[in-house]
C-alpha cells in the first residue's frame, strides 16, 4: 500500500532562510506525489504535484520539490521564507492511479518567524 | 483550475440530529467523489468514496449507517451525519476530480465544521 511519512511534525524558520520540509514515501510502483497547503481555516491548495515527468518540480509560490527514487524521498524546500508561508503542509501519495482516493501524511507546521 | 464547493461551511447542531453537508464540483463532472474527515491538528482520514449512481465504498472503521452517502448526479455529492454526537464533531471535507485518464489531481472543497452540543 501506497504511505507517505513526514519526518516532522513542526519546523520553525527565521523569514527570509530557506525551508526544507521532508517527506518519504513508500510505493510498491512509481507514485503520483503531492503537496499541499493548509493555512489556518482555509480549504487545502495544491502546491505541485510530481506525475513520473520531471524529477524536480516546481510549484506556485516558490516551492519546489525534488523526487528522488534511489532514497525514497519527495522533500518541500523554498529558498526564501515569508510570512504568510506559516501553515500546515501535507505530503500526498495518490492510492492507485488515476481517480482514486489521496492519502496523507501527518502533517508539517511551518512556522516562520520575524 | 476546477472548482468544488460545500455547503454549509460550518453548522452546530444538537446530539441527536442529523446533518447534511453537500458537495459539488461547479465546473466539472465528477463520477466519483471522496469524503474525508480532519480532526483538529491531526491530518485527513478517508472516509469512503462517493460513486455516481451507485452504493458508496466505505474505509474500515467507518459506520456506514451513520455517515450516509449520496451521489445522486455528476455534479453532487452529499454526506449526512445521522444521530450525531459530539465525538462526530470535526471538519469534513470533499474532493473531485475530472477524472480524466491518466488525470489524478483531486480538488478539494472549503471544508465544513460541524460542531455538535
Known sequence: ?114 | GAVVSQHPSWVICKSGTSVKIECRSLDFQATTMFWYRQFPKQSLMLMATSNEGSKATYEQGVEKDKFLINHASLTLSTLTVTSAHPEDSSFYICSAGPGTIGTDTQYFGPGTRLTVL
Not at chain 1, 21 to 31: A, H, M
Not at chain 1, 83 to 88: F, I, L, V
Open chain 1, 1 to 114: 500500500a501506497q504511505s507517505v511519512t513526514q519526518l516532522d511534525s513542526h519546523v520553525s524558520v527565521s523569514e527570509g532562510t530557506p525551508v526544507l520540509l521532508r517527506c518519504n514515501y513508500s510505493s510498491s510502483y512509481s507514485p503520483s506525489l503531492f503537496w499541499y497547503v493548509q493555512h489556518p481555516n482555509k480549504g487545502l491548495q495544491l502546491l505541485l504535484k510530481y506525475t513520473s515527468a520531471a524529477t524536480l518540480v516546481k510549484g506556485i509560490n516558490g516551492f519546489e520539490a525534488e523526487f528522488k527514487k534511489s532514497e525514497t524521498s519527495f522533500h518541500l524546500t523554498k529558498p526564501s521564507a515569508h510570512m504568510s508561508d506559516a501553515a500546515e503542509y501535507f505530503c500526498v501519495v495518490i492510492r492507485n492511479s488515476g481517480n482514486t482516493p489521496l492519502v496523507f501524511g501527518k502533517g508539517t507546521r511551518l512556522s516562520v518567524i520575524a
